[in-house]
């Protein structure tokens, strides 16, 4: 496949008074968590595919645990896997961030089908006990026969919509509870944009955002090779490129037409379909090895999914503070400060932190804007 660099270095040694962004100190606000590798669906675009084929060993509750008492107050956890459902003791994964740390918001990133241990969750009214926010991210991608296709499992759509009914019923009775859906574009869905949402809006109404799906063959750049993560779709792949600005427009106007309840994802995809189109980010990836981490299953840490994993928890007695500020990651730190890429968990939280930046000195950030 072709690809069309970015501008070279452009995420390169921010100074204070760079309008792209100064690098903030390293404290972990927003934490993906790989909880599992097991899963029950084999998607196409699933860029973890060669974990979930052959999952290995998961944290125990109790080092979860240990996690979450030591760590920073966290913003937001973002859950996932693998399919984070099929943990019996999710329960309690989720009861100690709220519990232990006082994170804002836990976030579980879903594919919907386990509908009994969704709604068991919910039920059990953490969020609200605890007074931080639980959101479901529940992927659907495409229509029906699509969505079942790139997903491998037949009536998989028609099973996630009735699903999402009932979570969206579950919403009323639970105020600190909420679901999205979350669209990835690919190269097989992206005329289905519209119809989708339509569908979804008038069955459901749930809040729907997009992303574009991500490979580290197609949606990096300049990723140091010795420390590059080879993560790849099983068999998916871009819209062609000379379609994502009618694509990026095309959400544009659902998000009007659906009282711009998205606007945040439209403006991450903007920045995303820039880097696709080799134009240079307004800002630098500020988050990742810095305010973001990336814990897998098995109690390794990485900046990104983009890159290797640098350390393991197990050697920090699962304590997060006492990793990041080790040597080992004032190294990685190092090494990714000349990468760049389109993933949009650090587009979106570089993009927060560039806008907080913003906001605190407005002269030093106003030029890219
Ligand atoms: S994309 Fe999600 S649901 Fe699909 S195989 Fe990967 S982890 Fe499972
Ligand atoms: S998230 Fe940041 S560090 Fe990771 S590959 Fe992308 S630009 Fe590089």
Redesign the pocket.
């Known amino acids: 496949m072709a690809i069309r660099l970015p501008k070279l270095m452009q995420w390169f040694h921010p100074s204070p008074a760079d309008p792209r962004g100064t690098y903030p100190e390293p404290r972990v606000k927003d934490l993906i968590l790989f909880v599992t590798d097991r ?5 196409d ?5 060669q974990r ?1 084929d052959n999952p290995g060993q998961e944290m125990t509750l109790e080092e979860l645990q240990t996690l979450a008492r030591t760590s920073w107050p966290l913003r937001t956890v973002a859950i ?4 984070p459902f099929l943990r019996g003791d999710l329960a309690g994964i989720v009861e100690a961030f709220f519990r232990d740390n006082q994170t804002h918001h836990v976030q579980i ?1 879903t ?1 919907g089908l386990l509908m009994d241990r969704m709604e068991d969750l919910v039920t059990r009214d953490l969020a609200l006990h605890y007074q931080h926010y639980l959101t479901y991210q529940v ?1 659907l991608d495409g229509l029906a026969e699509t969505h079942d296709r790139v ?1 491998r499992l037949p009536g998989s759509f028609t099973k996630i919509l009735r699903n999402l009914e009932r979570l969206v019923e579950l919403m009323r009775g639970h105020p600190f509870f909420r679901v999205v859906v979350l669209t990835n574009i690919n190269k097989n869905n992206y005329h289905e944009i519209e119809e989708l949402a339509r569908i979804l809006w008038d069955e459901t109404g749930v809040e729907h955002t997009y992303d574009l799906v991500r490979g580290a063959s197609f949606s990096t750049w300049n990723i140091p090779h010795a420390i590059r993560q080879e993560e790849d779709p099983r068999e998916c792949d871009l819209p062609p490129r000379e379609e994502l600005e009618s694509i990026l427009e095309r959400i544009r106007r659902v998000n009007e037409r659906e009282g711009s309840r998205f606007n945040q994802c439209v403006r991450q995809l903007e920045v995303q379909v820039g880097l696709y189109l080799g134009r240079p980010a307004p800002f630098y990836c500020l988050s990742a090895g810095r305010t973001a981490a990336v814990v897998y299953s098995d109690g390794s840490v990485a900046a990104c999914e983009f890159t290797t994993p640098f350390a393991r928890l197990a050697d920090f007695d699962f304590d997060l503070p006492r990793l990041w500020t080790s040597p080992a990651a004032q190294t990685r730190r190092k090494q990714i400060q000349c990468c760049s890429c389109a993933h949009s968990c650090f587009v979106l939280t570089s993009l927060q932190e560039w806008e907080e930046q913003q906001a605190r000195h407005p002269a030093s950030t106003q030029a890219a804007s």
């Not at 899963?39 to 998607?43: E, G, L, P, Q, V």
């Not at 675009?45 to 595919?49: R, V």
């Not at 996932?80 to 399919?83: A, L, N, Q």
């Open positions: 899963c029950n669906m084999r998607c675009h699933c860029m973890f595919w979930i996932t896997g693998g399919e990133n594919n992927s997903r």
